[in-house]
């Protein structure tokens, strides 16, 4: 149980375009998803936290403008990255809990997207 | 000061080697802990979560102390399968917070 599905796993788009990322939950229902990011030898960063229904909570020094989240039903939130340059280059991942947002029932994470910007 | 630090590696060891892990987490209003491993290019996957009573699995041991704020992961009789990046995990609230990561290489 607790499956997380990301698509697309990887992704090469030309600098000013946006990209679209999904996460779904699977087999259960996320009334909060997180989304983070992780650079060459980095830990995963959070980015911001996707809650159903309405807006997402962004991290400091994260711009809303540009990662745009998206969380219209329980079972899947989107990530458009806004015209995209080299720097947001990274690898990005989902994540959710069948414990609805509670950190100690431990997370179920995507398989991640690796986004290259030209 | 980084919320949650360790020690980055690598960790060179051979086959059957025990192994510790270190983590220290500096926000003590922090509620639950865990282990991930993070292979090469591929998402976090949940190891263990750690107790203050301890909790094993297997060959994996994890420990808490939270009046030092310390967390600790060994492993023992290491196999080649282990090597991978182990990451400290702390939650407070609905957050997770992530150390960078220590780097485990067993070699034959």
């Known amino acids: 149980g607790a499956v997380v599905s990301q698509h697309p796993s990887w992704v090469i788009c030309k600098s000013g375009t946006s990209v679209k990322i999904e996460c779904r939950s699977l087999d259960f229902q996320a009334t909060t998803m997180f989304w983070y990011r992780q650079f060459p030898k980095q830990s995963l960063m959070l980015m911001a936290t996707s809650n159903e229904g309405s807006k997402a909570t962004y991290e400091q020094g994260v711009e809303k403008d540009k990662f745009l989240i998206n969380h219209a039903s329980l079972t899947l939130s989107t990530l458009t990255v806004t015209s995209a340059h080299p720097e947001d280059s990274s690898f990005y991942i989902c994540?959710?809990?069948?414990?609805?947002?509670?950190?100690?029932?431990?997370?179920?994470f995507g398989s991640g997207t690796r986004l290259t910007v030209v | 000061r980084k919320e949650v630090e360790q020690d980055p590696g690598p960790f060179n060891v051979p086959e059957g080697a025990t192994v510790a892990f270190n983590c220290t987490y500096s926000n003590s209003a922090s509620q639950s802990f865990f282990w991930y491993r993070q292979d090469c290019r591929k998402e976090p996957k949940l190891l263990m979560s750690?107790?203050?009573s301890g909790n094993e699995d297997g060959r994996f041991t994890a420990q808490l102390n939270r009046a030092s704020q310390y967390i600790s992961l060994l492993i023992r009789d290491s196999k080649l399968s282990d090597s991978a990046t182990y990451l400290c995990?702390?939650?407070?609230?609905?957050?997770?917070?992530f150390g960078a990561g220590t780097i485990l290489r067993v070699k034959s």
């Open positions: 750690v107790y203050s």
């Open positions: 995990v702390v939650g407070y609230g609905n957050k997770l917070v």
């Open positions: 994540s959710a809990s069948p414990g609805q947002g509670r950190s100690g029932y431990g997370y179920t």
